[in-house]
C-alpha cells in the first residue's frame, strides 16, 4: 500500500512551453501533497505544499505564477511549469500524506524534466 | 545558499561492514526526523523515523539514533551489502503544522564487493 505515481518520468520541452505534470496516490487519499525540486547531486528542496479543495501554500523564492498547483481530489495534484526555461531543468519530486493522517510521506519516482 | 554543492559526501565501506552515516538537524523544535534512501534516477524511498521523544530507533539492519543535544541524527547500517550503495539523506519536520519536511545535503554510500 501507499503507492505515489507520477507522470510523465521524463520529459523534454522547448523552451517558453509549459509541461504538466501529475502526481497521483493509488490506494489511498492524501489531503497534502508536496512538491519538491532536485537539480544534480544536490538535496530535495521543498517547493510548495498542495492542499486538496484549497490554494498551495509556496516557499520563499518559488514563484507561485511560474509553477502553478492544483490539487482538485483526494488522490491527484498536477504541476505546471510555465514557460519553461533552461534553469527550470531539474527533478521534480512530489509526495504524499495519508488524508487518514499519520506522519509519513510517501514519495513518487520523480519526473525528469529537460527544457532546451 | 542551503544544500548547495557539487560534491556529496562519500562514505565507502567494504561489504559486510557496519556503515554510520551522519546528519546534523537545524531546528531544535523539530519534532520527526526521517532517513531516506535514493538511487539515481528514482524517488527517495524511506528507511526509518524516529521522534523527538527517543534516542533510539532499531529496524530490520538499520538503527537511528537521535541525540537532540547536539542536534545529531545517525543512521547505522549492519552488514552492508552491495544494494545499500546509494545516497543517503536525513530528513526533519520543521513545521508541525504542515508537516513539510526538509532535507540534510545527503551522504552517498559505496559499497566495495
Known amino acids: 500500500g501507499a503507492v505515489v505515481s507520477q507522470h510523465p518520468s521524463r520529459v523534454i520541452c522547448k523552451s517558453g512551453t509549459s509541461v504538466k505534470i501529475e502526481c497521483r496516490s493509488l490506494d489511498f487519499q492524501a489531503t497534502t501533497m508536496f512538491w519538491y525540486r532536485q537539480f544534480p547531486k544536490q538535496s530535495l528542496m521543498l517547493m510548495a505544499t498542495s492542499n486538496e479543495g484549497s490554494k498551495a501554500t509556496y516557499e520563499q523564492g518559488v514563484e507561485k505564477d511560474k509553477f502553478l498547483i492544483n490539487h482538485a481530489s483526494l488522490t491527484l495534484s498536477t504541476l505546471t511549469v510555465t514557460s519553461a526555461h533552461p534553469e527550470d531543468s531539474s527533478f521534480y519530486i512530489c509526495?504524499?500524506?495519508?488524508?487518514?493522517?499519520?506522519?509519513?510521506?510517501?514519495f513518487g519516482p520523480g519526473t525528469r524534466l529537460t527544457v532546451l | 545558499g542551503e544544500n548547495v554543492g557539487l560534491h556529496l559526501p562519500t562514505l565507502s565501506v567494504q561489504e559486510g561492514d557496519n556503515s554510520i552515516i551522519n546528519c546534523a538537524y537545524s531546528?531544535?523544535?523539530?519534532?520527526?526526523f526521517i532517513w531516506y534512501k535514493q538511487e539515481s534516477g528514482k524517488g527517495p524511498q524511506f528507511i526509518i523515523d524516529i521522534r523527538s521523544n527517543m534516542d533510539k530507533r532499531q529496524g530490520q539492519r538499520v538503527t537511528v539514533l537521535l541525540n537532540k543535544t547536539v542536534k545529531h541524527l545517525s543512521l547505522q547500517i549492519a552488514a552492508t551489502q552491495p544494494g545499500d550503495s546509494a545516497v543517503y539523506f536525513c530528513?526533519?519536520?520543521?513545521?508541525?503544522?504542515?508537516?513539510?519536511?526538509?532535507f540534510g545535503s545527503g551522504t552517498r554510500l559505496q559499497v566495495q564487493p
Open positions: 531546528n531544535s523544535a523539530s519534532d520527526y
Open positions: 509526495s504524499a500524506r495519508r488524508a487518514s493522517g499519520g506522519n509519513e510521506q510517501f
Open positions: 530528513a526533519e519536520n520543521k513545521d508541525t503544522g504542515r508537516r513539510a519536511l526538509t
